[in-house]
Each structure stands twice: as C-alpha cells, then as structure tokens.
C-alpha cells in the first residue's frame, strides 16, 4: 500500500510494468519509451521526497514495511543472540535486547520494536514499552560496561506505554533511571533514530555519544496527534503540529539534538529496506571507529557536555 | 461516576492562584467549605478544614523551606527564546511574555542558595503559575546550574517540582532537558551530597520522566498528582475508568515510589533531618560538606 503522496510513482511504476509486459508479449521494442518513462519517474521520485512536509515525513517513519528493529538486528548485524527479561517483573516484547557483532566488535544492543503485522503489533504493544523493557535496557547498560560492549540503541517508539499497569510500576521513576544510566556508561554509546523517536520513551536510550537518525525518522517531545489535542484541542490538526515541532531529520540537526542524518536511498527505507539498512550499517562503523580510541573518561565527559549543552536562551539584558 | 469527579480535580482552579483577583472568602475545592483567604495562606495554603494542599506560590514556599532571610537568589539571568517560532492559537512569544509579566520571572523556575535549619542548601523551586510550570531550555539550564554550582559550594539539593511536563512549543529541545538536567546532577552525586526531591501537585511527564524522580530522598505533598502520562491520556489509551486516588501521592507511597507523603506544615523540618542524616554518616562521605561548612 503505498503512502497517500506515493500514489503518482506507484502509478507510473505500473505503467512501466505494464509497458514492459506488452513489449514482451507483442515482442515489440519499447526500450526508448521505457526509458523515457523511468526517467520520469526517478524525477518524480526525487522531487516527491526532496519536497515531503514534516507531516508527510511523519507517515514514511510510520510506513509500514519500514524496517524494524528486529530488522536492523538481523541484516546490519551478524550474530544477533537475544538476550530476554528485567530480572525483576518480566520481558517486554515491545524492547529487544541482546548482544551481536558490529563489523568485528561485539556489541551490546537494545531496539524498541513495533509489530511488522497486526499480530505482532499487539504482541509488541505497537513499540510502546512498559518499565519492564526500560529494566531490560539497563540491564544491558550493565553488561555493556562490565564487558567492553559499545552500546548501540535504535530508537522506534510512538512513546512509553501510558496505561494503568505501567503508571504504578514506575513508568517515570525507569525512564529517569534509564536516562541516568545511559549517561553513565563508560563505553562508546550510539543510538539511531530508524522511525519514530516518541519523547521520553525514545530518549530513555537516547542519551548516546552519538545520536543518528535516518533522513525520514522523526523525533519529537510529543506526538503531533497529542500535541494537537492539548494545543489546537483537536487531535485532528497533527498535521499543523507536526509542522510546528520541528521534528524531521533536517530540523534536529539544526537544532543539535542529532548529530548526523542518515540518508535513505531514494524512495525511503520502506520501498529500499536492504539498501537502508546497508546504509545504517556503514554509518554505524564509521562512528564506532571513531569513538572507539577514546578512555572512559573522555567518553562520559563528552556525552556530558553533548547533553548539557543542548537549549536556546539567552542573556537576560 | 469517577471519572467526572477525576477531570474536576485535575483541572487548574483560579481560586489558589494569588496573584488572581479573587474575593476574600473561597470555597474549598475539596470540601467545599467556606474559607477565609487570608485563612488560607497563613495556613501555608492548606485548608484549614480539610488539610487539602493547594498549589502554593513560589515566594510562599522559599518563605516555608528557607530560615528566615537566608535566601539568595541565582536563578533570572538567563532568558527563553522562540526557537521554533512555535505558533498555534496563540505564538509561543506571545504566551512567554504575558506568562513573564504575570509571575515577574523569565520562566517557570525560581533558584537560589539558602539555609535550611542551618545547613547550606541550594533550593529549586518550579512555578506552575508560569505556563504550568513546563520544562524549556531555561528551566533545564537554571536546574542543571543549580545543581553544579550546589556541587561546586558543598550545598545539598532540595527541588520543589511542580510541572506538566516538558514544554511543547520548544520542541525537542525540551526533551533534552530531562537528559540536561540528569547529567548535571551526576555532578552533585559525584560529590556524594545529598538532593532531596519533593514532589508537589502536579508533577507530571517529562518533569516526572527525568530529575524529579532522581532524589536520593523523594517525598510528595498530599493529594498531589504525580504521573508520567495524564490521567487523560491513559483514560483515552485504554478506555476505561480509573481507580479513586490513582497516580496520588498516597497511591504512589504505596507502590513503593516514594519514601514518604509529608504534610507541608511539616516539611521544612522532614527535609532537615533527612539532610542531617544523609550527610553524618562515616567521614569519607561527609567530605564536600564538611568542607563547606569549614567556609
């Protein structure tokens, strides 16, 4: 199913299929025409995503047939051994953790994972973790640390679980946890944002030396549906919203709450989930290699001084 | 039906705020019975019927923690800005300057250094009169200043939260500030000197989400909700009624979130012993106050 402003690339892919398929069956020389229309169509393409608004950019990091964590685990890594369970209440299927090798270094992941189907989407909560999974990320934090193990954390979560169960277990009380261990730890920590970045849920294993984020990821404080509700009182005006978060890729460099965009190939990691999760692949060992020949002490001071300088204000006059 | 009784409860009252025009008499919003104002805020704006806390102004609280004329304040040399140009019914700019010139602050946060029962504290106190004491790049810069300049002068931490959570219109700037203001509270911890949280009504998302909840000690105020998503939000997730009294300070004493509900007439003096303890145990981790103290 393609996104609602994919249509025109979607039609024109089939004409060029169907023009393809009546060449061969009238063994007729449609290659010039053929051409032509894939030239078309590389322009469309590049003109479609080149001008996407951030509400558009909202739907492709919710695309269905976007790669997922477990994705990214299983093609940009070799190796991945899932690791389960909090050691106190649980396993949250909505985080999956677990060690695997990153070009020729072992590492330490944690990936919020929403549901490739239906099925999967309720078994994974649609990504959105309960303080179990925020227990199983720290636990990871641990091993990574006890163990040399970078830490690598994808980011895709509409946000932490608001309901009942998660309120009295300490939703909140995990998150302040996660955040605070993270930034303790004395190895190389990278996160990417590869869909949705939901608030404090997505920052829980956010706060890495490095944050990346794929060209069509988006993160936010809020949901632009919450947002419009509280602030419009209307969900129905997200798209306003998300147009006044500034929370696209390209607005989060500007703002230096990421480091680097990842591109995507062209027609977005939900058309090109190979070559996009290639991509993700080459950047992740770019930034170890580089993060790898520092101490523990210049890797917790660098990530402090990443976080403790990011805002906007001024000099009271 | 719970749920109605809910929304009334959690909706902003115009009656507690001070700085409101209100008549002399009010009637309690929990008991509903009929209140001499002046009553009220001699009684630390506890009803005096029913002991209901209402939200209390900044300066009534620095008065309630602080030992009388020690309070020093550090806090209002940085202002916010618009960095999104952030505009939905009314422009972000807008809303700060009305929210400044009605509390006379640049944002939602009070800071300074003071004594509390004699000790060297350094206090942070949200305003939830300012734009509902929402976190913005200030707020997480003068919180994340407190607490290193705390660490720098040997003072304990004590931070009266009182939030709703991370402010919109600065985007994910405000996020930043849940991960700004916990490194800079390593700072503190680095120094083994004590910060005592006090959770007050409300205190809720991001505020909940990242310092507020990070107190070696957290106490909470009685009746206060305290949550990380709104009792709204949830209402709307899974779509059915919730429990009396949750996500209150009592309920979360209960679950095991915080080490005690303290009733604010009695405050002051919990927050003292707490510090007094903390920081009399064997020498080694007394250092950093000691040597404040020997200043």
Not at chain 2, 71 to 77: L, P, T
């Amino acid at each position: 199913m393609p996104l609602p402003f994919e249509k025109p690339i979607d039609d024109l892919e089939a004409k060029i299929r169907d023009m393809r398929a009546y060449a061969t069956e009238q063994e007729l020389d449609l290659g010039s025409e053929i051409e032509a229309l894939q030239g078309r169509l590389d322009t469309l393409k590049r003109e479609t995503y080149a001008s996407l608004t951030r509400w558009q950019r909202v739907q492709v990091a919710r695309a269905p047939g976007r790669p997922t964590g477990l994705d990214y685990l299983q093609h940009t890594f070799d190796g991945f051994t899932e690791l389960h369970g909090d050691r106190t209440l649980g396993d949250d299927p909505a985080i999956v953790t677990g060690l695997a090798r990153l070009g020729d270094v072992s590492v330490a992941v944690i990936a919020q994972q929403k549901g490739r189907d239906t099925k999967e989407n309720i078994y994974r909560n649609f990504g959105m973790s309960h303080p179990s999974g925020y227990r199983k990320a720290m636990r990871m934090f641990d091993l990574a640390d006890k163990f040399r193990l970078p830490v690598v954390a994808l980011i895709d979560t509409p946000g932490a679980y608001p309901g009942l169960a998660a309120e009295e277990q300490g939703q909140a009380w995990v998150i302040a946890e996660s955040i605070r261990r993270m930034s303790r730890l004395t190895v190389p920590a990278i996160s990417v944002v590869i869909g949705e970045g939901g608030s404090g849920g997505a920052l829980a294993i956010g706060v890495a030396n490095r944050v990346l984020i794929l060209e069509n990821a988006i993160y936010s404080v809020i949901s632009p549906e919450s947002c419009a509700a509280i602030l419009w009182r209307d969900a129905g005006e997200a798209e306003k919203a998300a147009e006044a978060l500034r929370l696209t890729a390209r607005d989060l460099v500007t703002l230096g709450v990421v480091d680097r965009v990842i591109d995507e190939p062209l027609g977005a990691a939900h058309n090109h989930r190979e070559a996009a999760m290639e991509l993700v692949k080459v950047a992740l060992v770019e930034e170890l290699a580089q993060l790898t020949p520092l101490t523990p002490e210049q890797l917790l001071e660098a990530r402090y001084r990443r976080f403790r300088s990011l805002g906007r204000f001024h000099v009271a006059a | 039906m719970a749920l109605e009784r809910w929304f009334r409860r959690n909706r902003p009252t115009k009656n507690e705020d001070d700085n409101s025009p209100a008549g002399l008499w009010l009637k309690c919003e929990s008991c509903n019975a009929q209140i001499y104002r002046k009553d009220l805020v001699a009684n630390t704006y506890i009803c005096p019927e029913c002991g209901h806390h209402y939200r209390m102004p900044v300066e009534a609280r620095i008065a309630l923690l602080a030992d009388s004329g020690t309070f020093e304040q550090w806090s209002g040399g940085i202002e916010p800005e618009d960095p999104l140009e952030f505009n939905d019914a009314q422009p972000y700019a807008e809303r700060l300057q009305k929210a400044q010139q009605k509390q006379g602050r640049p944002d939602a946060i009070v800071t300074g250094a003071a004594r509390m029962g004699g000790q060297p504290v350094a206090l942070v106190i949200m305003d939830f009169f300012f734009m509902a004491g929402s976190m913005g790049s200030v707020v997480g810069e003068e919180i994340a200043r407190a607490a290193e300049r705390a660490a720098d002068e040997g003072r304990a931490l004590v931070a009266i939260t009182a939030s709703g959570g991370a402010r919109m219109q600065e985007g994910a700037l405000s996020l930043m500030q849940m991960a700004k203001t916990t490194v800079a509270l390593e700072v503190l911890a680095k120094r083994r000197l004590p910060y005592v949280s006090v959770l007050t009504d409300p205190t809720t998302g991001g505020v909940t989400a990242s310092f507020a909840t990070l107190g070696d000690i957290i106490f909470a105020e009685p009746g206060a909700l305290i949550s990380f998503a709104g009792p709204r939000v949830i209402q709307q997730t899974i779509r059915q009624d919730l429990p009396d009294g949750f996500q209150r300070a009592e309920f979360l004493l209960q679950k095991g979130m915080v080490d005690d509900v303290v009733d604010r007439r009695a405050l002051k003096e919990r927050v003292v012993e707490v510090l007094k303890l903390l920081t009399s145990g064997l020498p080694a981790h007394i250092e950093g106050v000691a040597r404040a103290a020997a200043v």
